[in-house]
């Protein structure tokens, strides 16, 4: 089998992560006209945002801990203003008593129709800033950024690595199985894809007894994408959000989808995200589709 077994697209990295950069260093105070979503940021070029910066979303609430409202703008760099894709995506704060801007810098962070949330992850009462936008490659993955400006210092709760979520490795073996281990998890995790069996001996990676027909130096590779959903949840009704996520299990290709971990994510006081709830689905009956046709199309 002279095959080569296809990976996930590239995802998208930020550039790195921010660790109390200060916002009263970065303060500008600026008079210009409200933003509006869609529009050109008009502070772009005395924050040295560079040019063509576009609101994106925007959102009001206290975020520095002073008891005022304050507005929390999305923004990024677009060709064209109907562009849906942004790239150097940046969190901009307007104080809501002194009006200053201040800028918080989100390394590399692009995509398409990023989205602006505000709550309290942290449990001190004060929101924080949930930003998410997807990559806009076939594994259907979602970049997201949690920060927090309370006390007027700009800190990045959740980046890159965090975003990986639960991190799974595993491989083919006899029996339409996979076998590996993931991130956070205390045993292996085996899944059972019989389901898949149409598709596997299509493709000549099973035969039709269940051992595997491919080349001892054959990719029998199994991985979990990044987040391809995370969403802002107040799972016990206490006021402090949890994020609840979901990733894809790929096997042989992008397309073939073998599981789909389910998670909980709380802030713990040590500044870790800790997994309240991982549970993963397999299925019983799977219609081929587009993994088929990538595969035997080759």
């Known amino acids: 089998m002279n095959k080569k077994w296809m990976k996930p697209v590239t995802f998208l990295l930020l550039a790195g992560v921010i660790g109390g950069s200060g ?22 070029a005395e924050l ?29 760099t677009k060709e064209q203003q109907d562009d849906i894709y942004a790239s150097a995506m940046k969190l901009v704060v307007q104080d809501g008593k002194t009006k200053a801007y201040s800028k918080t810098d989100l390394g590399d962070l692009g995509g398409y129709e990023g989205e602006l949330t505000l709550v309290d992850f942290t449990g001190d009462h004060v929101a924080d800033a949930f930003v998410k936008t997807a990559t806009g490659g076939s ?8 920060a927090t400006f309370a006390g007027k210092t700009s800190q990045v709760l959740f980046g890159e690595a965090e975003n ?37 001996t299509a ?21 979990s994408y990044p987040f391809s959903s995370l969403a802002p949840v107040d799972m016990d009704g206490n006021g ?31 500044g870790k995200w800790n997994p309240w709830e991982v549970e993963y689905s397999t299925f019983l009956i799977k219609h081929p589709g587009e993994a088929i046709q990538t595969q035997v199309g080759k």
């Open 23 to 44: 916002l009263a260093a970065s303060h500008t105070k600026i008079a210009h006209a409200e933003a509006k979503i869609g529009e050109p940021f008009a502070a772009a």
């Open 48 to 76: 040295q945002l560079g040019k063509n910066v576009y609101v994106l979303d925007q959102k009001t609430a206290d975020v520095t801990g002073d008891q005022a409202a304050d507005t929390v703008l999305l923004v990024g």
């Open 139 to 146: 594994g259907g993955i979602y970049n997201h950024v949690v």
């Open 164 to 200: 990986e979520g639960i991190r799974y490795e595993g491989k083919f073996v006899d029996g339409f199985k996979i076998e590996g281990t993931g991130t956070h998890l205390d045993k292996p995790l085996a899944f059972d894809v019989s389901a898949n069996k149409a598709l596997y």
């Open 203 to 223: 493709a000549k990676l099973y035969d039709q007894a269940g051992k595997l027909a491919v080349k001892a130096d054959a990719d029998l590779s199994v991985y």
């Open 240 to 270: 402090t959000y949890e994020l609840v996520g979901e990733q894809r299990v790929v096997g042989m290709n992008n397309a073939d989808t073998v599981s789909n971990i389910h998670s909980v994510w709380g802030l713990g006081s040590d």
